[in-house]
């Protein structure tokens, strides 16, 4: 396996690279492998075509199975194969000296969907951590973010004195210090090898059983997957294939929110695999699936997860983390084969079946809350499969022993509870939104509305804080933190990134325009700014701006600034906008301050 990554030139004005600008070239391209080589070119010796020359001739010598890079398919190659072309270089990459394919390509995991550029190169495999990472938090739900350094962080393997550098601050720092940016580089490429060693396997795992390349099990959806392995055994036993029922909507699993607020402590139960359980146990398989193919497949891949998390509650270090990665990605498959029963695109589907199963499930989740209710627990929160609650009064071992038993008592035969959390606090915000106090002082966010994107960097760093001071017990010290934060704001102490947006354009500037001109839409205020700047902006290239005037109510679009133009001597942030806009985030959260006590009938939410 080698590891791919490169640094590049930013013109002065814009905010990131883009290829298709003359002088956005590429600085530095590092490589490194699984033997412990590694190799770094750069403009300090060669000039661009030079090295993409170099670049060629390495990956051709040391031949490897795999390249893998962190958001290498939207960045690293497609920047690399646009430089190429400008400089008439030709890149031989295949194994048999074949030119790289690109194709559309997409990328789904959960409610996340990526168009990217899908490049492929004959007899290697291309592998994009930032898609692993992504899928991983599907079931663990837990990264603060998907960028390399937050999931090397993340997993605790970022390089030990790591050189960090903001990706705007590449071009001015290879000008002051080059060798740095090479450090900075040469760590990249050790936190992706090690997020990969982690990562990695359980897709060769899952490869040993696909019949698919390497590189498609690592981007394929499961549904796809599912069928795959289907259809595999059908054309084996010379069966024909039936054609897929017609989609219809039906009720789906069970979700709700009882109490918001701070809840302490909260413990967490879930009903081991429970739709693929119910669907072992009540035979619930597509009435298509002649051959029975599919309950079968089901119940051998139940069987090796169950075993996979057995063991990783024995191990320890890197391989616990690698067999609860291994864990959670089947448990992810195996789930899928309820989705894929109510999904109108898969061969095998059966809507009257998944309707069974999840009624089935809705009842067994009800069963539960009961128990818990009857047997002194408060809960917070159901999602589908698990419970997050308060537990009784009495925390005694023997109390709790009992507590467990008459809850697993009431769930049917082949249906087994596991108790598989224990926390100091939990937040609450809204459905699969909370933050939870582990007893070793982690906190540990779930949900993308308590870490949206839509928020500046300054009200995210104060949402993390402020969550943090509530699940502590320390919410008097709420309104000095929310003063802090106010007064660093007014005395225009703080760096102008942690005030601005950054957001992507998703068409080019004068194509905007004549839309504009022709339907009278809303303005965009990254769209608005590239309009004025009279650069060469393109779709896909990120705007970072900030908001100006003296007044807290503002038209967005005709009073943002570019950042590259902010005048660190002539400060003209909005004051009053950003303050006002910390004040209504901390109104809002007060609410949730001290509410240890939230009945379920005085539920508030917090809308960000």
């Given amino acids: 396996r080698m590891q791919l990554d490169i640094e590049t030139h930013t013109e002065p004005g814009y905010d990131f690279s883009n290829a298709e600008r003359e002088s956005d070239r590429i600085l530095a391209i590092g490589l490194s492998d ?42 690293d190659w497609p920047f690399i194969l646009e430089r190429a072309r400008r400089h008439g270089v030709a890149l031989p990459l295949g194994r048999g000296g074949e030119a790289p394919a690109v194709r559309p390509g997409r990328f789904t995991a959960g409610e996340r969907t990526i168009n990217y550029p899908r490049l492929d190169l004959a007899g290697r495999n291309i592998v994009d951590t930032y898609f692993l990472a992504q899928l991983h938090d599907l079931s663990d739900r837990s990264l603060p973010g998907f ?29 002051r210090d080059p060798e740095r940016v090479l450090a900075y580089l040469r760590d990249d490429l050790r936190e992706t090898r090690a997020i990969a060693d982690l990562l990695i396997p359980v897709y060769h795992a899952q490869a040993q059983i696909l019949p698919f390349r390497f590189q498609d099990v690592c981007q394929r959806g499961n549904a796809a997957k599912i069928d795959a392995l289907l259809l595999r055994e059908y054309l ?9 029922a017609a989609a219809r909507p039906f009720e789906g699993g069970y979700t709700d929110i009882f109490f918001t607020g701070v809840a302490r402590p909260v413990h967490h139960c879930d009903v081991r695999s429970l739709y693929p359980s119910i669907m072992l146990a009540d035979r619930l398989g597509p009435r298509s699936d002649a051959l029975g193919v599919f309950l079968g497949l089901l119940e051998h891949l139940r069987e090796f997860r169950l075993e996979a998390k057995r063991r990783m509650r024995a191990a320890a270090g890197a391989e616990a983390v690698y067999l609860g990665a291994l864990q959670s990605t089947f448990k992810i498959l195996i789930n899928s084969f309820y989705g894929y029963l109510g999904f109108a695109m898969a061969r095998f589907n059966d809507f009257d079946a998944a309707e069974r199963v999840t009624a089935r499930g809705r009842e067994i989740l009800r ?35 009992r507590f467990r038993a008459a809850v697993a008592a009431a769930l049917p035969e082949g249906i087994e509870v596991e108790f598989d959390g224990e926390y100091a606090a939990m937040f609450s915000y809204k459905m699969k939104n909370y933050a939870l106090l582990a007893a070793d002082g982690e906190i540990l966010i779930k949900g993308a509305a308590l870490k949206s994107r839509g928020l500046e960097p300054y009200q995210r760093d104060f949402l993390r804080e402020a969550i943090a001071l509530f699940l502590r017990g320390e919410e008097a010290r709420f309104d000095e933190l929310a003063r802090a934060y106010r007064e660093r704001i007014e005395r225009r102490e703080c760096p102008i990134r942690w005030l601005a947006k950054t957001e992507r354009l998703t068409e080019d500037p004068e194509t905007y325009r004549r839309k504009l001109e022709k339907t009278g839409r809303g303005r965009n205020a990254a769209q608005e700014l590239a309009l004025r700047s009279g650069r060469s902006y393109r779709a896909g290239d990120a705007v970072s701006y900030y908001v100006t005037g003296t007044k807290k109510s503002v038209p967005i679009h005709t009073h943002a600034r570019l950042v ?8 003209d942030e909005n004051v009053a906008f950003y303050v006002a806009r910390l004040e209504a985030l ?23």
């Fill in 34 to 75: 699984t033997t412990g080589w590694s190799a770094v070119l750069s403009a300090l010796e060669l000039d661009e075509p030079a090295m993409l020359e170099r670049f060629v001739e390495l990956v051709r010598e040391r031949d490897p199975d795999v390249i893998e890079g962190h958001n290498i398919f939207s960045f």
């Fill in 147 to 175: 960028g390399l350094k937050e999931v090397a962080r993340h997993f605790g393997v970022a390089a030990p004195n790591r050189t960090y550098i903001e990706g705007e601050d590449i071009a001015a720092e290879w000008r």
């Fill in 236 to 244: 084996h036993r010379n069966h024909a294939l039936p054609r897929p």
């Fill in 367 to 401: 069963g539960m809350l009961e128990a818990i209710r009857a047997n002194g627990g408060q809960p917070v929160e159901i999602d589908t499969d698990g419970i997050y609650y308060i537990p009784p009064p009495d925390a005694s071992p023997e109390a709790a022993a």
């Fill in 564 to 571: 590259s133009e902010w005048n660190p001597s002539a400060r």
């Fill in 586 to 608: 901390a109104a809002k959260l007060r609410t949730f301050g001290g509410a240890d006590e939230t009945p379920e009938s005085e539920q508030t939410e917090l809308s960000l």
